[in-house]
C-alpha cells in the first residue's frame, strides 16, 4: 500500500500518511506511543514520524537490495528493532 491510514473505532477517517509504499509499521514503546516507525517498500528505507502530527523526524536504512524489511519495537522499551529477510 501507498498509504498508511487512520481510523477512529466507529470507522471514522481521521487522516492519512501518504509514503513511496508501506511494507509494515510499528509504534514507540514509551506509553504515549510518541513516534510511528514506517518501512518503505522494496528500498528498506525506516521513516520515524511523529504519531500524532505525521511529521516525518528522521530516516534510515535503504539498501537497494531485494528481500522484506519489518519494524517491530519491543514491548516495555524505547527500542525499535528491524530485521530483513534477503531473497
Do not use: N
Request: with cysteine.
Amino acid at each position: 500500500a501507498r498509504r498508511l491510514q487512520v481510523f477512529l473505532p466507529d470507522g471514522t477517517y481521521v487522516k492519512e500518511l501518504r509514503t513511496a509504499g508501506v511494507w509494515d509499521f510499528a509504534f514507540s514503546a514509551d506509553a504515549a506511543q510518541t513516534y510511528l516507525y514506517v518501512v518503505e517498500g522494496c528500498s528498506g528505507v525506516v521513516r520515524i514520524f511523529a504519531r500524532e502530527t505525521f511529521v516525518e523526524l528522521s530516516r534510515f536504512g535503504g539498501t537497494g537490495a531485494r528481500g522484506e524489511t519489518r519494524a517491530k519495537t519491543l514491548a516495555g522499551r524505547k527500542t525499535c528493532c528491524v530485521s530483513r529477510t534477503c531473497a
